[in-house]
């Protein structure tokens, strides 16, 4: 009971100065720590006790104005759990009973035995002070109660939303997986009763071409829902290192425009911009947004790429003639298999799993930046990745080129489908 019977705090109420002034001496030096407070009418006792919650409070039974026993009833509808215990003089036995009856917690006859005393008013504040204990233990598990409930409820939730998620994602892979493996089988049929038949090479080329198009597809939503699955765990690497941003997309363009593909324009400038970023990432961005930008573009229109650096950010945008993007739509464009309600394909490719914008913005904060876009209904848009550029820093304590802050563009490239079948 150690820690129980630490500092309780008492209130004596008497209209006996001399008592007043002598017990609480007595019980101070019995009662290490003890904490008391007088009141010389129950008047100026009922006040303390509003703003007061007592360990036990020791009160006459008689005295001017209001008695003891009023004063009982009206200290339970204040304080219903604090003991009460009543001074009685000798011969006062109805009233101490009538004391007991009404709630009182012991009652002390004069003289007082003090031992008596003391050990029944430790009972008293042991008493007061466990309740009290245990009105803090239920009031925190019902607080710990609610949490779990909060907690139950939120774990509910997401496993609602991971099976919504779950079946929405078979859904969207079946289809999508279905159709290129479908056209993969039907190919192979084709090639098996053309393959012995005289002049069946240009035929059977085509055939290998569609087949190694609908192999690609595959392997993009193969890639997009690993690279889902590792930015889910966390475990999404970048190999970032210091690069010309200028020149990394000069040669992905290139690439991309080789042999039969796209035309392409290039009007070089400014200088190189450097970054620190994964070059086979930055070129997957650049992709998934080149992509995007073709499916929902009329075929032949213009697919515009800038680079500018303005300060110590490199702007990388791709901007489209298509079809844009309804504003409800736009805080949505990132998120997991959202395809805008609007998002109808103008040149026959695959809509897609709706996870290459969500793959790119994982990409784009990777490498320390962020990915903006800006677009209207039927005005086209315009995504902007934005990266930090390479700070040297020998060199970060040098004077800075004021014009060097404000925008400056570097390179422009323009690409041009001319073809719906190409890939």
Known sequence: MTDVMQHPHLLIVDDDVALLQALPQALRLRMLGVEIDTADTAFTALELIQQCDYDAIISDIKMPEMDGLTLLDKIHELRPDTPILLVTGHGEHELAVLALRGGAYDFIQKPIDR???VAALRRAIQIRQLR?????????????AKSL???????????????????????????????????????AQLLQRQVDKPDS?????????????????????????????????????????????????????????????????????????????????????????????????????????????????????????????????????????????????????????????YVTRKIVERHGGRIEVQSTLSGGSIFTVILPVYVDVSEAHANVNVDALSPQTQAVWTVAHQQASHS
């Open 115 to 117: 031992d008596y005393f």
């Open 132 to 144: 009290r204990q245990v009105q803090e233990q239920q009031l925190a598990l019902e607080m710990h």
């Open 149 to 187: 409930e909060r907690l139950i409820q939120k774990r509910t939730n997401e496993l609602v939303e991971a099976n919504a998620t779950k079946d929405k994602f078979i859904t969207i892979v079946s289809h999508e997986l279905k159709t290129p493996l479908a056209s993969l089988k039907g190919l």
């Open 201 to 357: 090479a240009e035929l059977v080329k085509r055939g290998l071409v569609d087949m190694e198009r609908s192999i690609t597809r595959v392997n993009v939503l193969v890639n997009d829902l690993l690279d889902t699955s590792l930015a889910e765990t966390n475990m999404f690497v970048v190999h970032r290192r210091r690069c010309d941003l200028v020149a990394l997309c000069r040669e992905f363009l290139a690439e991309y425009t080789a042999g039969a593909g796209p035309n392409l324009s290039f009007d070089f400038t400014g200088s190189s911009i450097e970054v620190e970023a994964d070059s086979n990432r930055i070129c997957q961005v650049l992709m998934n947004l080149l992509s995007n930008a073709r499916k929902y573009s009329p075929k032949g229109s213009p697919i515009t790429i800038t680079l500018q650096q303005s300060g110590y950010e490199a702007l990388l945008s791709v901007r489209d003639m298509g079809i844009g993007i309804a504003e409800e739509a736009l805080p949505h464009i990132f998120n997991q298999f959202y395809r805008a309600p609007n998002a109808e394909v103008l040149n026959g490719a695959p809509a897609g799993l709706g996870l290459g914008l």
